[in-house]
């Protein structure tokens, strides 16, 4: 009985282990993603056309224009040995030339455009991963740094503020001092001018006449602007003179004491005031024979001095001026060092707020919008771009049309065309001898015959020696005229090989495989990825391995290996996935 109830405890326990791993198994299964993806990645996206041809021996080409107009140069004769690609004649094509040069600036600055686009659309997304990924603990840690930084650039900007108002009254000030001192000593240089002056006066012009008349009347001026005299001091004596102590006198001696602004700039107006009426005093002294030499060099000695003040107070004047420009400027320039610090700090506490607060749901979906906005600008431009490719392609093929250019290296055999004369679409003016000895000619259809150019890079595999063995070529010639095979529009394309080969002869059938575009380091992925809807292309993504979303793309070149260039809303390494792994 023992044994029977422990298997049945036992078997209990195994079902219920059993259930609880199927479940697990269960739960797993259903979070595990059904999708196959793809991953973007760079690479190059070639496009191929392939045909079939015959070898056939090398013979004369015939160059044609495949435009009409006047023949504007030709550049070979005939006996000239000319490489592949040479010029051998042209049209006159200035306003074909003009167009292509416009339509190839408006491709480049489409181009330009769309990178500076490109550049805005990646700055919104992330700023858009910021907003939904909210603030790190290490931002909030370096926010609150900045903001520590700001507030010390506020104090220091307050202190130096405090500074350079400081130092300004002090520059001002000590300047006052300087201009108080030097009108007082501007005051005694006039004050013994007047007593020069007064000497000379009582030596030889105390009379009535008229330069004695003249002498004392602007002594009497100058004593009363320089000195404070009252009344008509024009004849006292120089111990009269010395007792004054008013006009410019009194004015330095109150600016010496107390050196504000408006008393020393009233000193030095008054001193210079007073110097000016000296000096008309000392030019009313006649230098004539009724003074002696001696004298007449006094009064030059005086007048020079006098001069000399003078110029000196007016500097100092200016100077007051001066100083207090710098002084404001200096102040000015602290004061903006100062708002500025102030703003800083505002800033930083404002952003403090806005990474604490997280960011809402209107700026998340403005976010979102301004994303939508750019990228819609791209898509424009990109259509823009088409068109301006689209017409630089078309100028490009008139200018094509009016150059003569040899696909073939060989002599030139002969030569029907002259400068200056009219030449008629496809009406052979030139005629190459080929150096080499086989070409190959293969009829393109239709569909592809617009993807291939004179020059395309081309690989040839013959029948004889299979597809292992490859010959380098190149095509030469495009019919401009179609040729109908089975009743279907094809145009002859004749290929040259690059180099001579001793296995290759004329007859053998010839696999041709033409390089007609290609895209080096570009995003790609399969072109089976893609999601069409009308005229718009999408890939889907998914976030949760469930459910899918689409995103809208710009393609550009198809490859022929599956592959097909993305040219706009993927990025490398992004994860789309397989639209036939998506249960419908």
């Known amino acids: 009985m023992k044994k029977k109830k422990w298997y049945f405890i036992a078997g209990g326990i195994l079902i219920v282990l059993v259930i609880a791993i199927a479940g697990i198994s269960a739960s797993n299964k259903n979070k595990k993603s059904t999708f196959e993806y793809y991953t973007v990645e760079k690479g190059n996206v070639s496009q191929e056309v392939t045909a079939t041809g015959k070898v056939k021996p090398a013979e004369a080409i015939d160059f044609a224009f495949e435009a009409s107009g006047k023949v504007a140069a030709v550049n070979v004769k005939v006996g000239d040995k000319v490489e592949s690609g040479k010029v051998m004649a042209s049209l006159k094509n200035n306003d074909v030339s003009a167009q292509v040069s416009q339509a190839s600036a408006g491709v ?52 130096n503020l ?3 108002q400081s130092k300004a009254q002090t520059d001002l000030a000590q300047l006052y001092s300087d201009c ?44 009363a602007t320089l000195l404070g005299g009252i009344g008509d001091t024009g004849r006292w004596n120089f111990w009269s003179l010395s007792s004054l102590n008013g ?94 610090a102030k703003n800083s700090l505002t800033s930083a506490e404002q952003e ?23 990228e819609a600008n791209i898509s424009t431009q990109y259509a823009q771009i088409r ?63 617009a993807k291939i150019g004179v020059g395309n890079i081309t690989k040839i595999s013959l029948d004889a020696y299979g597809a292992g063995v490859i010959f380098d070529a190149k095509v030469v010639k495009v019919d401009p005229a179609e040729t109908v095979v089975d009743g279907v529009s094809t145009y002859k394309v004749t290929f040259e090989f690059d180099g001579e080969d001793e296995r290759i002869k004329s007859g053998m059938t010839a696999n041709i495989t033409i390089s007609t575009a290609k895209q080096e380091g570009v995003l790609m992925i399969p072109q089976r990825a893609l999601v069409k809807k009308g005229n718009e292309t999408f890939v889907l993504t998914s976030e949760d391995g469930k459910s899918t979303k689409e995103v809208k793309v710009e393609v550009g070149l198809v490859g022929s290996d599956g592959n097909i260039e993305i040219a706009l809303g993927l990025k490398e390494g992004d994860k789309i996935v397989n639209p036939s792994s998506v249960k419908k």
Do not use: C, W
Request: overall charge neutral.
């Open 108 to 159: 480049e600055a489409a181009k330009s455009v769309i990178a500076q686009y490109q550049a805005q659309l990646d700055v919104q997304k992330v700023k858009l991963q910021e907003l939904k990924n909210g603030s790190r603990p290490e931002e909030i840690q370096l926010t609150q740094i900045k903001i520590d930084s700001a507030k010390k650039s506020v104090e220091d900007a307050e202190e």
């Open 162 to 164: 405090k500074n350079v």
């Open 180 to 223: 108080a001192n030097t009108a007082s000593s501007s005051v005694s240089t006039g004050t013994n001018s007047l007593s020069t002056i007064t000497d000379i006066q009582y030596a030889h012009f105390m009379g009535s006449d008229q330069y004695s008349n003249a002498i004392a009347d602007s002594k009497s001026n100058a004593i």
């Open 247 to 340: 006009g410019a006198k009194a004015s330095t001696a109150a600016a010496q004491a107390d050196p504000t602004e408006t008393k020393t700039i009233k000193a030095l107006y008054d001193t210079k005031s007073g110097l000016e009426k000296v000096k008309i005093t000392l030019d009313a002294i006649p230098m004539n024979e009724a003074i002696t030499a001696a004298e007449k060099s006094s009064v030059t000695l005086e007048k020079s001095s006098i001069n000399a003040q003078i110029t000196n107070i007016t500097a100092k004047i200016k100077s007051i001026d001066t100083q207090k420009s710098i002084n404001q400027n200096l102040i000015t320039g602290a004061q903006a060092q100062l708002n500025q």
């Open 352 to 374: 403090m707020t806005i990474k604490k607060a997280g960011a809402t749901n209107e700026q998340i979906q403005s976010q979102e919008a301004a994303i939508r906005q750019v």
């Open 387 to 449: 068109s301006a490719q689209a017409s630089l392609a078309s100028v490009s093929a008139q200018l094509s049309k009016t150059v003569l250019t040899s696909s073939i290296s060989g002599t030139v055999t002969k030569i029907d065309v002259k400068v200056g004369e009219l030449s008629s679409p496809s009406k052979p003016v030139i005629s190459v001898m080929t150096d080499a000895k086989f070409k190959v000619e293969a009829n393109i259809p239709e569909a592809d015959i």
